[in-house]
């Protein structure tokens, strides 16, 4: 069956789209201003700042939440700093299989948890490129870069729809938990399309679903800064990738632990939207790996 791609820019207008990237930025700009004060702070987490996620219970010391996230050991050894503003719902780096000398370029660095891994795994002779629309968030990730002293990251100020980044420069692209905020998707794997050089990766974990979600879901600025109304359909978010020019698209889902998924839900005010009863509504939303090529020619 064909899929048809319905991108969230569809009947929204300019000022509507705005709207939705104004509340992206402030909700996590404000994260980075608040979370080397509450450990806890998350993805998730409402414009007030109290605890919850997405990606891992409120009741986790960061730390935990992420190492239990990643597969590499590399993330033990980065500083709270940086662990502390890890916002992401996956794995991109062990998903990318990064190898030396390599060029990446993180979209949605935020604090640079991922960017910091990569470059460890990319060396000397790699570089990675973080590229996030929150001045805040870019304070905080160069100020973790200048405490860790690495020195092949580079942190740039931009939209992910419009990269700061030239024309097929770029080995892997990766992601965690952030293309799905965006208003416009189809933009955004245009442009990793564009950067990537021939045969170059997309390698993303995101929130996608089984199944649309209600309307008054979708219509939530707080619910979009909080990753779940941005979310596609997994069949749309493949035909995008695929729209954009990508090939051997392939999607596994991870299910979110229910405990967690009724946390998030209630603390972004969407319990009556949702039925608790239906078990299906945990396999509605999900942290996906994604993996793609840019073709050879």
Known sequence: METKIVPHTENQTGEALQDVRNAVREHY?????????????????PLDGTPASCCGSGDETALSRVIEMYETSDVAELP????????????????????????????????????????????????????????????KARANKARIGVKNVDFRLGE??????????????????????????????????????????????????NGPLPQAIKNSLSAWAGCIAGALEAEEYIAAIEAAGFVNVRLTPVYIDHAVMDEAVEQLGLADYVDHSDDELYKAVFSAKVTARKPDY
């Open 29 to 45: 700009g404000q994260i980075a201003l608040e979370v080397l004060n509450n450990p806890n702070t998350s993805c998730c987490a």
């Open 80 to 139: 709270s700093e940086v662990t502390g503003l890890s916002l992401g719902c996956g794995d991109p780096i062990t998903l990318a299989s990064l190898k030396p000398g390599q060029t990446v370029l993180d979209l949605g660095s935020g604090g640079g948890i991922d960017c910091f891994l990569a470059a460890k795994q990319v060396g000397e002779t790699g570089y990675v490129i973080g590229v996030d629309m929150t001045p805040q968030m870019l304070e």
């Open 160 to 209: 992910i729809e419009h990269l700061p980044a030239a024309d097929a420069t770029v080995d892997v692209i990766i992601s965690n938990c952030v293309i799905n905020l965006s208003p416009d998707k189809l933009q955004v794997f245009r442009e990793a399309y564009r950067v990537l050089k021939p045969g170059g990766k997309l390698a993303v974990s995101d929130i996608v679903t």
